[in-house]
């Protein structure tokens, strides 16, 4: 798609849809970064914001944060008594950590700092 279609499209269709904390952690993980290969970005995040929202989950995985752009916005979509468990052996989760509190889902974000292949592991071995 041409970069000013694009362009037009976020900013009038799906910017305005995002809450401030989301645009804030996007806006910053950009200026870390200042290139897309590792972001999800705006449109995609609204897509999985409808796809948890339309599911009905209380419960969800994220694994490998990068700054938690998405995780944030898994948290949003999630009832009040939702929980997200977000995967990463790095720090990078961290980065986005005000934005959690700003929106008001921190509560619902627990952070393990290890690899997903660990983590999934842990979980066969607690089902054993």
């Given at each position: 798609?041409?970069?000013?279609?694009?362009?037009?499209?976020?900013?009038?269709?799906?910017?305005?849809?995002?809450?401030?904390?989301?645009?804030?952690?996007?806006?910053?993980?950009?200026?870390?970064?200042?290139?897309?290969?590792?972001?999800?970005?705006?449109?995609?995040?609204?897509?999985?914001?409808?796809?948890?929202?339309?599911?009905?989950?209380?419960?969800?995985?994220?694994?490998?944060?990068?700054?938690?752009?998405?995780?944030?916005?898994?948290?949003?979509?999630?009832?009040?008594?939702?929980?997200?468990?977000?995967v990463d052996p790095g720090d990078d989760p961290k980065f986005g950590?005000?934005?959690?509190?700003?929106?008001?889902?921190?509560?619902?974000?627990?952070?393990?700092?290890?690899?997903?292949?660990?983590?999934?592991?842990?979980?066969?071995?607690?089902?054993?």
């Open positions: 798609m041409e970069e000013s279609i694009y362009k037009y499209m976020l900013e009038t269709f799906t910017r305005h849809r995002e809450d401030q904390a989301s645009k804030e952690l996007w806006e910053r993980t950009w200026n870390l970064t200042q290139r897309g290969e590792m972001m999800t970005l705006p449109d995609q995040v609204q897509f999985l914001r409808l796809m948890v929202k339309m599911s009905g989950a209380k419960k969800a995985l994220e694994i490998g944060v990068f700054t938690g752009y998405s995780l944030l916005n898994i948290a949003l979509a999630l009832p009040s008594d939702g929980k997200v468990v977000a950590w005000p934005c959690f509190v700003k929106a008001g889902v921190a509560d619902k974000v627990e952070i393990k700092q290890t690899t997903g292949l660990d983590y999934l592991e842990s979980l066969i071995e607690k089902t054993k």
